[in-house]
Every structure is written in structure tokens, then in C-alpha cells.
């Protein structure tokens, strides 16, 4: 029973919902509050002893407007038993005789969610993805190129557009084989062929240094008082002059503010977390050193902390 407010009663009382009837009913005066209203939930109960292969749902996925038939086309299944091999063998030859034209869609939609489901990316994200590779599917340029690298651009585009960029080495980590530099071709041809076809210049969002540091911080172990300090450190950056690329940036701050914590992480750790070179990270640690005392919150550290930082 839950509570629910009764005109009659005039106050909150407590209410009971007829599963059979779809009423719901004031337990004090009788009063049917809600009539013939539809049960949301499911209509079975699974156990925990029940095998994977008894599936109940008897419905499909959701529509998905970027297909022919928007994703409602049927499948003759094959049946158990030898009167059902029959019906199968018969009826599975027409079915394979009309050949599927969004067979392609599927497939390339099915990897693009494998992958975003192994970055951990939200499902607006996906969609953009499969939209950006409908469109370029349709301008028939793809045929000859790579399948994978094309995929994984349409997704790294995806992040960049939704303001959740990930980095070109995050997305070859799930891009079935692909290479960096595959990626980024395939990425500068989806661009170039988009724009063309809308006569514009494809908007593909800013990357900030910001965009990548509680990812990498998180994946380091750093505790939420070097989280935060590098936060605002790495705010502070963009009103410098630094020549360097957002990613490189926010490894060199992570360098910095873990040399003033009492957890200090090595620099090898540090590459392998944000994906940049060693060298890239001295690099860039050697052009924000001179601005330590404006980017290290005083909150962090004090003045005299900041003679700790080793000299690039």
C-alpha cells in the first residue's frame, strides 16, 4: 500500500491498487482514485537458478529511426524438434532470399555500441555516433576504406561533439586493431566529406585540459584534495600562453601537483595513465614550472612548498 491524496477523504490516506481491475482504491471510503491504468512493470519474475537461455521477453529493442523499417523487421527463428527443422529449412530459405539492406547499419551500430560500452560512454553519445555514420554511409565514399578506423573516428567525433572528448589512444584501445593514425585519417576524411555535404564547417567542440584530468586523476588513485587542486590549476592555465595541447597540459599539472603531495606518482605512471609520452611531459612541465606559484592553489600548497618541485 502507498499514500495518495483522496478528494472525498479531503487528506492523505492510504491506497490499494487492484492488479486485476487496474484500480486504484482509497482504503477509507472506497473511492476508485485511478481506473484501468497500465502495469509498467514486467510480467514474469526471474529466479536466480533459471537458465540464461529462457528468455520471456517477448518483445524486441526500441525503434531506431536511422534504419529502413526503424528496426522492426522480423526474423523467423529456427524451432526445436524435426518438424521445426522442416519449417526452418523451408522457411528460412525465403527468409534468406530478401536480402536485408540495413544488414550493414546493424552490424556497424552493434560495434560503435561495443565500443562505447567498453569507454563507458553514455548513450547520447552512441546516437550521435551512428548518426554521423549514417550520414557518411549514405554519401556511398566509405566502400574500399577501413571498416574500423572509420567506426572509431564516428565515435571519437561523437565524444568531441557531446563535450565528452576521450583521447585518439583511449579510442584505438577499443578499435579492433585500428591504429592511431588510421583513426586520425579517418576522422579528417568523415570531417572533410560532412562539410562538404552541408556546404559548412562541422562544429566539433572545444577540448579543454579539464575535459581529461578527473578521468586521468582517477585512474591514478590521487585522493579528491590533489583532484581538486589540480582542477583549478589546470583552470588557471588557460590563461597563460601555453603552446601545448590540452591533453599534455593536464599530465604536465598532474606531475606538478603530485611532487608537492605526500603520495607522489612516478612519471612512467603518469604516462601510462593520460596516454603521453614522457618527454612530451617534461616538455610541457618545463614551460608551466615558471608559473607554479600563479597555478598551485595556496590552498595546496604554500610558497615555500613549491621549492620541492624538481627543475626541468
Known amino acids: ?162 563535450d565528452r572528448p576521450r583521447t585518439v589512444k583511449e579510442i584505438c584501445s577499443v578499435a579492433n586493431g585500428a591504429t592511431k593514425k588510421e583513426i586520425g585519417r579517418a576522422k579528417e576524411f568523415i570531417v572533410k566529406q560532412l562539410e562538404v555535404e552541408m556546404g559548412q564547417s562541422m562544429e566539433m567542440g572545444t577540448i579543454h585540459a579539464g575535459d581529461f584530468l578527473r578521468r586521468f586523476c582517477s585512474t591514478l588513485g590521487m585522493n579528491n584534495q590533489a583532484v581538486k587542486a589540480a582542477q583549478e590549476a589546470v583552470q588557471r592555465s588557460e590563461e597563460l600562453d601555453i603552446r601545448r595541447s590540452p591533453i599534455s597540459i593536464a599530465a604536465a599539472v598532474i606531475y606538478m601537483i603530485t611532487q608537492l603531495s605526500d603520495d607522489k606518482k612516478p612519471l612512467k605512471d603518469i604516462s601510462l595513465a593520460t596516454g603521453v609520452a614522457e618527454g612530451t611531459i617534461r616538455n610541457s612541465y618545463k614551460d608551466l614550472y615558471p608559473y607554479a606559484s600563479r597555478l598551485i592553489p595556496n590552498t595546496y600548497a604554500k610558497e615555500e612548498d613549491l621549492k620541492n618541485l624538481c627543475t626541468p
Open 1 to 162: 500500500m502507498s499514500d495518495s491524496f483522496c478528494p472525498d477523504c479531503k487528506k492523505h490516506t492510504e491506497v490499494a491498487f487492484d492488479h486485476s481491475a487496474g484500480d486504484t482504491v482509497c482504503t477509507e471510503c472506497g473511492l476508485v482514485l485511478e481506473a484501468h491504468s497500465v502495469d509498467e512493470t514486467s510480467e514474469w519474475r526471474t529466479f536466480a537458478n533459471e537458465s540464461n537461455d529462457n528468455d520471456p521477453v517477448r518483445v524486441g529493442g526500441p525503434t531506431n529511426p536511422l534504419l529502413t523499417d526503424g528496426g522492426l523487421s522480423t526474423v523467423i527463428a529456427k524451432p526445436n524438434g524435426a518438424q521445426g527443422e522442416f519449417l526452418s529449412s523451408s522457411l528460412g530459405r525465403w527468409q534468406n532470399r530478401g536480402s536485408n539492406p540495413d544488414r550493414s547499419l546493424i552490424l556497424a551500430f552493434r560495434t560503435i555500441a561495443n565500443m562505447a560500452d567498453r569507454l563507458g560512454l553514455v548513450a547520447t553519445i552512441k546516437d550521435r555516433a551512428n548518426e554521423i555514420y549514417k550520414k557518411v554511409e549514405d554519401l556511398k565514399s566509405i566502400r574500399g576504406r577501413n571498416q574500423d578506423a572509420i567506426l572509431a573516428a564516428c565515435l571519437y567525433i561523437a565524444c568531441r561533439q557531446e
